[in-house]
């Protein structure tokens, strides 16, 4: 992964997003928390993300919407969902997700997923 790309972690717990963002802070990438999943929406319409870290359960957009949006707006971006339940909806619009992680996250295996992505092409 190229130490400039930026992962985006979306959370409405504040104390998720804080460990999520402590968890990928000092890796070899940029870290931007959002606890609004609207806002996160924003931000992706606007900006370039190598990875989405997202919580599945939240208020007005959930980590499924989320996923679909970058799924449409760059499919080049891993897309990891978090979740404190046992199943995640299925949701054929959406696809799958690169990685799905239950709470408590496995720290390892959540940098070891990022690390280990390729380097998006620039100008794409």
């Known amino acids: 992964m190229n130490p400039l790309e930026t992962i985006l972690v979306i959370d409405d717990d504040p ?12 890796g070899p990438w940029q870290v ?27 208020p007005g957009s959930d980590g499924l919407d989320i996923m679909r949006s970058v799924r449409f707006q760059d499919p080049a971006c891993a897309v990891v969902l978090v979740t404190g339940h ?3 909806p299925e949701d054929a619009a959406a ?19 990022l690390t280990a992505l390729p ?5 794409g």
């Open 15 to 26: 104390l998720s997003l804080r460990l999520l963002t402590g968890v990928l802070r000092g």
């Open 32 to 58: 931007t928390a959002c606890s609004d999943p609207l806002e996160a929406l924003r931000l992706m319409a606007s900006q370039r993300f190598r990875a989405v870290v997202c919580d599945v359960d939240m």
């Open 86 to 88: 046992a199943e995640v």
């Open 95 to 113: 696809g799958k997700p690169d990685l799905l992680l239950h709470k408590p996250v496995d720290k390892e295996r959540l940098r070891g997923f």
């Open 119 to 123: 380097a998006q092409p620039r100008g």
